[in-house]
């Protein structure tokens, strides 16, 4: 066996009680993340505003992109971006860059902690072993964030509806890996802004999962 894929599985224990605690956090989590992911919402709106003014087009797609770079790189950064149905193919699509900060906080000290078991096993632990480990923690590490995605999307949906963005009935929220096809997560009721029936008391929006 690939000696990398021999240390791969001699952590799989420990990344699976990491993730478990970590979704035993995800409220937590989400709260953390908000304040800035509702900051670049509104920038997305109103690029797409700007974008679609005059256009019968409207916004149909909120999505949430890994980009596989930005583990190699340490930014940590996802892109956000607002969008009609074509997607990447869209001209008027709306993009920023997102590093959900809080989430990545704690991920040195987890690579000590594999470091520290790997020593156990292992002689000689070469950079580049250590890297590949990394982005086995930062895949765990996405998977929490797309389970955050759609709740974060329905606290902020009074973004939306403020801006004044045309969308449609109903907004398709979707993730994946940048430029490959995305899954579906659910899908988000955006009503008119000052429709009385939208707000129904409560900072959330009606979603339904994918």
């Known amino acids: 066996m690939d000696r990398k894929k021999d240390m791969e ?6 990344r699976a009680e990491r993730i478990r605690l970590k979704k035993t956090e995800l409220e937590r ?13 509104k920038q ?11 256009s019968p087009e409207k916004a149909e797609v909120l999505y949430l992109c890994r980009l596989l770079s930005s583990g190699y790189t340490e930014s940590y950064e996802s892109v956000l971006g607002l969008g009609g149905s074509l997607l990447f193919l869209d001209k008027r699509r ?15 000290s987890d690579m000590e902690e594999v470091k520290k078991r790997l020593k156990k096993k292992f002689i000689r632990i070469e950079e580049y072993e250590l890297l590949y480990l990394k982005q086995r923690l ?10 955050c995605f759609l709740e974060l999307v329905s606290s902020a949906a009074p973004v939306l509806r403020e801006s004044g963005l045309k969308t449609g009935s109903e907004l398709k929220v979707m993730s994946g890996s940048y430029m490959e096809q995305l899954k579906l997560q659910g899908s988000l009721a955006v009503w008119p802004s000052g ?9 959330k929006a009606e979603v339904t999962k994918g």
């Open 94 to 108: 709306s993009e920023t860059y997102w590093c959900p900060e809080y989430l990545y906080k704690g991920l040195e």
């Open 29 to 41: 989590i989400r709260a953390e993340l908000q304040p800035l992911f509702k900051e670049k919402l």
């Open 195 to 203: 429709d009385k029936e939208s707000v129904g008391g409560t900072e």
């Open 138 to 147: 930062l895949e765990d590490d996405w998977e929490i964030l797309e389970a």
């Open 9 to 14: 599985q001699y952590i799989e224990e420990y």
């Open 44 to 54: 997305l709106a109103a690029d797409q505003l700007r974008k679609r003014r005059g």
